[in-house]
């Protein structure tokens, strides 16, 4: 079984950065890949980012790419979501997920097996 606590969520203005943490326990890490997910108002959960908790391999949504960042501390049992530039759009309420380390394709949220509650992030123009 494994636990998942989001934080770090907010508002700030367009521009603007923001770091979104997940703290996970339970089960060991190494095997996982651990994914951010993203719901904005009136639309499905949409795949962000995740990372390999073992070899570090990091896997970025287009939307995001060169924007935001993945990374994990092994020793807080922790995943990151540094959000740079941020813009209006990026508003959702933003979710960590745990799931199997072999899993092929990191986007599918359907793969995960377990999720935190969210934490919202509000853009403001």
């Known amino acids: 079984q494994v636990q998942l606590v989001e934080s770090g969520g907010g508002l700030v203005q367009a521009g603007g950065s923001l770091r979104l943490s997940c703290a996970a326990s339970?089960?060991?890490?190494?095997?996982?890949?651990m994914g951010w997910f993203r719901r904005a108002p009136g639309k499905e959960r949409e795949f962000v980012a995740a990372?390999?908790?073992?070899?570090?391999?990091?896997y970025y949504a287009d939307s995001v790419k060169g924007r935001f960042t993945i990374s994990r501390d092994n020793a807080k049992n922790t995943v990151y979501l540094q959000m740079n530039s941020l813009k209006p759009e990026d508003t959702a309420v933003y979710y960590c997920?745990?799931?199997?380390?072999?899993?092929?394709?990191?986007?599918?949220?359907?793969?995960?097996?377990?999720w935190g509650q969210g934490t919202q992030v509000t853009v403001s123009s």
């Open positions: 990372i390999r908790w073992s070899t570090g391999s990091t």
């Open positions: 997920a745990a799931g199997p380390h072999s899993m092929m394709v990191v986007s599918s949220r359907d793969l995960y097996n377990y």
């Open positions: 339970g089960r060991t890490f190494g095997l996982y890949t």
